[in-house]
T-cell receptor
């Protein structure tokens, strides 16, 4: 069976510090991978998605970037955090080749102080 | 992406009652998904729908893909306290690629 991991689970960072959140998927090959942000108030905002190694699509221009160095690894980064970057960051995966069912990880709670 | 209109925003019901919620879009969707999220956790996929008119059940949950392809419905029968959470609809249009559009969620509270 497939599992998705995210770490860290929680993070408190000062404004201006760098960020690196990691997501890994087990039990599947060549998945599509996604990063979402969920602010207070519940809406999920798609930030990035990737259909393969080194292939990143950005949905919202912002202070963040994403990379996919390995098939089942997806990383969300920032060089300098802003207060507005606080939120609940969710990674998700779906099978490649036309499957649109996305499966979410447990999330990372980021607080920028 | 396009925002879906999900209603009601919140529901406060007694255990044993049935629940209905819906999601609407101004454009046609090819896929509808329903998720449940509990506090501090990621959303969990409940039901996926791919055809207009499709009715799919998962235990006490039943979801339907609207005939117009612009809406979807989720029903929960005989609610229990563990049904508490936020229920999200998500839809995908033909030009959306792999991106899903999410509703803002329906918060469900169930009292024993």
């Amino acid at each position: 069976s497939q599992t998705i991991h995210q770490w860290p689970a929680t993070l408190v960072q000062p404004v201006g510090s760098p960020l690196s959140l990691e997501c890994t998927v087990e039990g599947t090959s060549n998945p599509n991978l996604y990063w979402y942000r969920q602010a207070a108030g519940r809406g999920l905002q798609l930030l990035f998605y990737s259909v393969g190694i080194g292939q990143i699509s950005s949905e919202v221009p912002q202070n963040l970037s994403a990379s996919r160095p390995q098939d089942r690894q997806f990383i969300l980064s920032s060089k300098k955090l802003l207060l507005s970057d606080s939120g609940f960051y969710l990674c998700a995966w779906s099978k490649g080749g036309g499957s649109y069912e996305q499966y979410f990880g447990p999330g990372t709670r980021l607080t920028v102080t | 992406g396009q925002q879906l209109n999900q209603s009601p925003q919140s529901m406060f019901i007694q255990e044993g009652e049935d629940v209905s919620m819906n999601c609407t879009s101004s454009s046609i969707f090819n896929t509808w998904l329903w998720y449940k999220q509990e506090p501090g956790e990621g959303p969990v996929l409940l039901i996926a729908l791919y055809k207009a008119g499709e009715l799919t059940s998962n235990g006490r949950l039943t979801a339907q893909f609207g005939i117009t392809r612009k809406d979807s419905f989720l029903n929960i029968s005989a609610s229990i306290p563990s049904d508490v959470g936020i229920y999200f609809c998500a839809g995908r249009g033909s030009n959306s690629g792999y991106a899903l559009n999410f509703g803002k969620g329906t918060s469900l509270l169930v009292t024993p």
